[in-house]
């Protein structure tokens, strides 16, 4: 289509560039380097509160000097009201961590449906603080709490409370005033079920009501360091300036209890993959691009660059990647000044660009292009962000032929086929539910007992083993039924339900064996937390991770701006 063509809602097929194939795209190497796109779910929240012209409301605020206490803000939307809730604690140091195992915070969260009185605010004063101890009730949608970082928070103070700005650098070094450790929703705890908020148009799409208050945590923490300078030198102090309160996010700490969604919800990770790929092949597709195109994509590259050279991680494996990243951009950025037209013809622009960083750079630069296009045409690809909630489930089609179905296998699992699982390296670790917290983590199978209560996430496993048992039977057995097969061999029934569900899904399946030596979990969550539409990924080990969360949004006063959309690649300076 050319530039002046409105994108069509027509299949990536009928647009002239076919989406790249599952084999290519769900690996996990690749998955563990997305980044942030248009479609990706805080984007959509922003989009929905500007459009609809929310309003917010500070409806109590009642914080001492220390900024501890409790407070109030009203979300007026066009489908009703919702109230967040804040409780500020203080916090003793030795009691201050990140892991799901902490039980007391700085501060603590719910989000709730219409208003609250004085008996809602102390009933849940009694619970919220609490956490997974407390008892929150169908009418909370989200409980979630957070801690300082206390270095940052304390400079941002003294500098607002001398009448100074902090400065730029020092806030993006590390993005957040605040951190949040945990943000639970969709019934955990006798919270609100997703049910329920699906059938209201204004929170039903993925997330919603988990980063709606991750962003009003984000709103809190600068109230709250404003607050505490006040408090401290009321004659002195001024409020942060727009452009420092953009640049801080809010951090999130994040470990394996988030890894096993993906595997676990494989219809709905095909929905997110498919509209992610089928907004690439819709831009690949343009025939022609306009001179106001090309300078936007200009901008967004060079804001790009500046954003990758303000990315640095302790970890040496993310480092080096970000470092080969910034050469790769150096590179691209010179061939685009020396030879514009060579790098984005007259004739197919972004499908050259892509195919050129395909063919010669990192995953890293190729996942970061696939973003720097959808960017260029975010508001052409937006509407894709409703392609992305399902209520399809797994089901079994018991009539359906075991020839079929080992045809099936052979073709769509073939990465499964490979693996040779008598090697104890392809079994060397095995994935369970914690005592303590409930909470998912992985043992080293051959060192650690529990392997008898793992967790069902081996589907490659699981798979390679219904087609050896497959291919024992003769001919004849094969055109039997699957319901006849399964009722002589029902340990084969879940096995036998991904297979047949994910036929028509070809993006649920994460291709790469899950119980290997090799299998990096933060691959996973980069994955997921990119379509969230996270930053500066800080992975801390293989196993969990620190991003920056809205950094570069604009705030609650700012969504009327013609530019609500446009904070991707968010930097400290202007570029």
Known sequence: MSESTTASTETPEGSGVALRPPDQVMRLDRMGSYFQTPISFMRTLVRRMAAEKWRFETERFDLDANGFGRAVYRLHTPHGDFSFIVFSHHLDPEDRTDRVIAERWDATFTLREGSVDDAHLDRLEKNVPLQEAGRCSADEMVLSRANKSVRLFEYTVARLAAGEQPDMAELSKIGYLMRTTAVYGNGKFGLCDFGKLHERPVLNAPFQAELLTVYMIRHFSIALVEHVARARNPDTAVAMAPAQRRILGIGNSTGLGMAPFLIKHPILIHQWILARETALARVRSISEATSERRERFAGLFNRAVAHVAEWNVQDTR??????????????????????????????????????????????????????????????????????????????????????????????????????????????????????????????????????????????????????????????????????????????????????????????????????????????????????????????????????????????????????????????????
């Open 318 to 575: 993310q480092q080096a990647r970000i470092e080969t990243l910034r050469d790769e951009l150096a590179d691209l950025g010179k061939r685009l000044q020396d030879a514009p037209h060579d790098m984005l013809p007259d004739n197919s622009p972004w499908e050259h660009f892509y195919r050129d960083v395909e063919s010669r750079c990192s995953l890293e630069a190729q996942e970061l292009t696939v973003s720097l296009l959808l960017e260029t045409y975010a508001a052409e690809v937006a509407d894709l962000d409703q392609t992305m909630a399902t209520d399809e489930i797994e089901k079994t089609t018991p009539a359906m032929r075991l020839s079929e179905l080992k045809r099936i296998i052979e073709t769509s699992y073939r990465w499964a086929l490979d693996i040779d699982f008598s090697n104890p390296k392809a079994q060397h670790y095995f994935w369970y539910y914690s005592e303590e917290k409930e909470e998912p983590r992985r043992g080293p199978r051959f060192e650690e007992p529990g392997a008898d209560c793992e967790m069902r996430l081996g589907f490659g496993r699981e798979i390679n083993g219904l087609h050896a048992a497959l291919t024992e039977l003769d001919e004849a057995d094969l055109g039997q039924l699957t319901a006849e097969f399964l009722l002589r061999q029902p340990q084969w029934r879940s096995a036998v339900r991904r297979v047949q569900t994910l036929h028509g899904f070809p993006y649920g399946e994460i291709r790469n064996n899950l119980l290997g030596s090799d299998c990096l979990p933060i691959d996973l969550l980069r994955c997921k937390l990119s379509f969230f539409g996270a930053t500066k990924w800080d992975p801390k080990s293989d196993l969990w991770t620190r991003i920056s969360m809205y950094q570069g949004a604009p705030h609650i006063n700012e969504l009327d701006a013609a530019n609500v959309d446009d904070w991707a690649f968010p930097v400290s300076t202007e570029h």
